[in-house]
C-alpha cells in the first residue's frame, strides 16, 4: 500500500490532526511514519533518513506561523527529491490557498477536512492512477492548479478511528510520559470572534453539511480509557475551544467520567455558558480548572473590533461563579491592539485583575490574512504595513513597543497587583528589556496549573525551549512592506 511521510516541527505538543489522518489511513491499509524536525540537526541528517524510508508522498500539515519554515524545508526536500510528491495541509493551506501555491516545490494542497480526502489520494497512488478531480484537494498540473472545491463535512465523527497517538508516542517518550493526555471531542465553533479561523471555517464550508460536530460520549469515554490504560496519564485536558458548548452531552458526559475515569481535568470554556448547575457538575466530576478567553479587558475593544460580545459584567458574573465553587481559571489576553495606548493596556490589566484568575496567557496581535479582523483592519485603514501572512497593526501612539512588554510583565502584574499603580511607567521604562526572561512565569504558571511535575516540565522545556521563549507565533518574522500614511488614517 501507498506510503505517507508526514513532517512536523516541535514536541510541544502532539499533533491531533496528524493523529486523525494517520489513524484512519492505517485502517485502509495505507503505511504512515512520522519525522520531528527537532530530531535533525541539519538538512542532510532529513534528506538521509527521507532515502531510507521511502515514501510515496511527503505531508505537512501547515498553520501560518510555520509557513516559512516548512516554506525552507519544502524546497530543500523537493531539490533532492524531484519525483517525490509534496502534499501541504492544515489551516494555513484553507485560508491563503493562493499564497502557497507560490511554492514551486509543493504539488498537492489540502484546502478542507483532510480524512476523505487524502484516503481517496492515497488510495489513488496505490492503484497509480489519476487523482485530478479529489474534493478539497488542488492539485498543480504543470504550470497551473486544478482547485477543486471542498468536500461535504463528515457530521459522523464516530466513523473515524482514534488519533494515532502511538505515531508519536511510540517514538518520542517525551511525549509519551508526558502525565497532562490531551483530547479533542468536538469541531466547529458557533461564535464570530474577528481575529479566529472559525468564521472563515464555517464561510468555506457554507451549505456543506453541520459544521459544528461531535464525537458520542460513549466514544470519548471509550478513547480516554484506551490511552490512560496504555500511557501514563495524570490529569486531562480537553482542547475543544469550548467544551461546555452542549449542556445536554456534557451533563451525561460528566456523569460517565466521575464513575469510569476519576482523573481530573482541565478544558476550555465560554463564560456565557457558564451556570452555577454546570459548574458544580464540572467540579464535583473532577475538573480543578478552566481556560477562557477575556481577550481584551476593554469591553469596547472586545465588543466592536474583536466581535467577542460578551459584556464585563458576564465576566464578572461567571469568574464569582468560578471562585465560589473553587475552580481555578487562567485567561487569554491579546495585547498590541491597533491605536492600542497604554491606558488601554493598564485598563485591561486592572480589569483582568478584578476577576482574580489564577494567572493569564499573554500574547501579542497577529492579524492573520484570511481572518475577519484583517478584512476589518483593510477597510477602516487600521493597520500601517502588510506582510506575507499578517497585516501589522496601525500605532499612531508609538506605544505598541512598550505594550510587547506586557508578554513578561502580565503575570507578574498578576501575582503583585500592587505594581499596577505603576505598570504605565515600567512597560516604558528603558530599562523593561532586562526583565524578558520573566516570561518563564506563563510556563511556571501553567505547570501548576496543568498539574504537572517539575522533572517533566523541566525536561518538556528544554526540548522546545525556543518555542516556550518566543512563543509560536513569535517565531514567525513577517516581512512588512509600509503603505503610503495617507491609508493609515484612523477613520
Known amino acids: 500500500m501507498a506510503k505517507i511521510l508526514f513532517i512536523s516541527d516541535n514536541l510541544v505538543n502532539e499533533g491531533l490532526g496528524i493523529m486523525c489522518l494517520s489513524s484512519y489511513l492505517k485502517r485502509n491499509g495505507?503505511?504512515?511514519?512520522?519525522?520531528?524536525?527537532?530530531?535533525?540537526?541539519?538538512?542532510?541528517?532529513?534528506?538521509?533518513?527521507?532515502?531510507?524510508?521511502?515514501?510515496?508522498?511527503?505531508?505537512?500539515?501547515?498553520?501560518?506561523?510555520?509557513?516559512?519554515?516548512?516554506?525552507?524545508?519544502?524546497?530543500v526536500i523537493k531539490e533532492s527529491f524531484n519525483n517525490l510528491k509534496i502534499i501541504w495541509g492544515g489551516p494555513h493551506c484553507m485560508f491563503t490557498p493562493e499564497h502557497v501555491i507560490t511554492n514551486d516545490a509543493v504539488d498537492i494542497i489540502c484546502t478542507g477536512e483532510g480524512e476523505e480526502a487524502l484516503l481517496t489520494l492515497m488510495n489513488r497512488l496505490d492503484a497509480n492512477s489519476d487523482?485530478?478531480?479529489?474534493?478539497?484537494?488542488?492539485?498543480?498540473?504543470?504550470?497551473?492548479?486544478?482547485?477543486?472545491?471542498?468536500?461535504?463535512?463528515?457530521?459522523n465523527l464516530d466513523k473515524y478511528p482514534f488519533p494515532d497517538r502511538e505515531l508519536y508516542f511510540n517514538k518520542y517518550w517525551i511525549l509519551r510520559n508526558f502525565g497532562v493526555k490531551r483530547f479533542m471531542t468536538q469541531r466547529g465553533c458557533p461564535f464570530d470572534c474577528s481575529y479566529c479561523f472559525e468564521p472563515s471555517f464555517k464561510e468555506l464550508y457554507k451549505n456543506k453539511g453541520t459544521f459544528i460536530r461531535r464525537h458520542s460520549v460513549e466514544y470519548v469515554m471509550n478513547e480516554i480509557k484506551d490511552i490512560v490504560g496504555r500511557y501514563p496519564a495524570n490529569s486531562i485536558h480537553f482542547s475543544d475551544d469550548t467544551f461546555n458548548l452542549n449542556k445536554n452531552w456534557l451533563e451525561d458526559f460528566l456523569v460517565r467520567y466521575k464513575k469510569e475515569i476519576k482523573l481530573p481535568f482541565t478544558c476550555n470554556v465560554n463564560v456565557l455558558l457558564c451556570d452555577e448547575e454546570m459548574v458544580v457538575k464540572m467540579k464535583d466530576a473532577g475538573c480543578n480548572g478552566v481556560v477562557f478567553g477575556l481577550e481584551s479587558g476593554v469591553e469596547r475593544i472586545r465588543m466592536n473590533l474583536l466581535n467577542k460580545k460578551i459584556t464585563d459584567r458576564q465576566y464578572v458574573e461567571a469568574a464569582r461563579l468560578l471562585r465560589k465553587h473553587k475552580l481555578t481559571f487562567v485567561n487569554n489576553i491579546i495585547y498590541g491592539f491597533p491605536n492600542e495606548t497604554l491606558e488601554d493596556t493598564v485598563e485591561s490589566v486592572r480589569f483582568n485583575n478584578s476577576l482574580r484568575p489564577y494567572g493569564?496567557?499573554?500574547?501579542?496581535?497577529?492579524?492573520?490574512?484570511?481572518?475577519?479582523?484583517?478584512k476589518f483592519v483593510v477597510a477602516n485603514n487600521l493597520y500601517e504595513a502588510v506582510g506575507e501572512f499578517t497585516y501589522k497593526a496601525l500605532d499612531s501612539n508609538n506605544q505598541h513597543e512598550s505594550i510587547k512588554n506586557m508578554m513578561w510583565a502580565g503575570n507578574v502584574f498578576v501575582k503583585l497587583p500592587f505594581l499596577v499603580p505603576f505598570a504605565k511607567r515600567i512597560l516604558s521604562s528603558s530599562i523593561s528589556k532586562f526583565f524578558k526572561p520573566l516570561v518563564l512565569l506563563n510556563h511556571w504558571q501553567d505547570m501548576w496549573f496543568y498539574k504537572v511535575s517539575l522533572w517533566q516540565s523541566s525536561i518538556y522545556f528544554w526540548h522546545s525551549r525556543k518555542l516556550f521563549m518566543k512563543g509560536l507565533g513569535g517565531t514567525q518574522v513577517d516581512k512588512y512592506r509600509k503603505i503610503q500614511n495617507e491609508a493609515c488614517i484612523d477613520k
Not at 360 to 374: N, Q, V
Open 30 to 75: 495505507h503505511d504512515v511514519q512520522l519525522f520531528l524536525l527537532s530530531e535533525f540537526k541539519g538538512s542532510e541528517g532529513l534528506l538521509r533518513s527521507i532515502r531510507k524510508t521511502k515514501p510515496d508522498i511527503i505531508g505537512f500539515s501547515v498553520m501560518t506561523p510555520q509557513a516559512s519554515q516548512f516554506w525552507t524545508v519544502t524546497k
Open 131 to 155: 487523482f485530478d478531480d479529489i474534493q478539497s484537494l488542488w492539485k498543480k498540473k504543470g504550470r497551473e492548479w486544478i482547485k477543486n472545491e471542498v468536500g461535504r463535512l463528515e457530521e
Open 360 to 374: 493569564i496567557r499573554p500574547c501579542i496581535l497577529k492579524i492573520y490574512k484570511g481572518t475577519k479582523l484583517a
